[in-house]
């Protein structure tokens, strides 16, 4: 039986820069493979789902994790978006963000965020939260498919 493991990919939509760099950073800690394709908008987030250029050869994600406050399309559009497209209606989408407001933790729930976490401010708790976000998510995926 073949035991490699599949890398996985994620797919991270923020337009931060430097919440953007620590991420990428966290997961590169982790000891799983993962994939990060970081965007910074709905907009080339979409392209990459539907692989339209530049992403005409985009793998698909096993987890998309994604800010709320985007420049044009929201993190709310795009969860709307892909609940109600059958190719991406079950992919895991984890709301990552610095929002503490119940009213937004709620709306994405209802638009079917798989899970919502704040961005804390403090790097140690950001990195932590990233790995537990990254282990809980892509794990159980890879637990899944074995």
């Known amino acids: 039986m073949d035991q490699t493991v599949r890398t996985q990919v994620l797919l991270y939509v923020e337009d931060d820069p430097t919440t953007s760099y620590l991420f990428k950073m966290a997961v590169e800690e982790l000891d799983c493979r993962i994939d990060l394709v970081v965007v910074s908008d709905g907009d080339a987030a979409d392209a990459f789902l539907h692989r339209r250029p530049p992403f005409e050869d985009a793998p698909a994600p ?5 800010d709320l406050n985007l420049p044009g399309r929201s993190g709310f559009e795009i969860l ?3 609940r109600h497209d059958q190719e991406f209606a079950t992919l895991p989408a984890v709301v990552f963000t610095s929002s ?7 709306r994405a729930e209802q638009l079917g965020a798989t899970g919502f976490f704040h961005k804390p401010r403090d790097v140690d708790a950001f990195w932590q939260t990233v790995k537990q976000i990254c282990e809980m998510f892509l794990r ?3 637990a899944s498919t074995a």
């Open 100 to 106: 503490t407001r119940r009213a937004d933790q709620e």
């Open 80 to 82: 709307h978006d892909i």
């Open 140 to 142: 159980a995926s890879r």
């Open 62 to 66: 096993d987890l998309m994790v994604l």
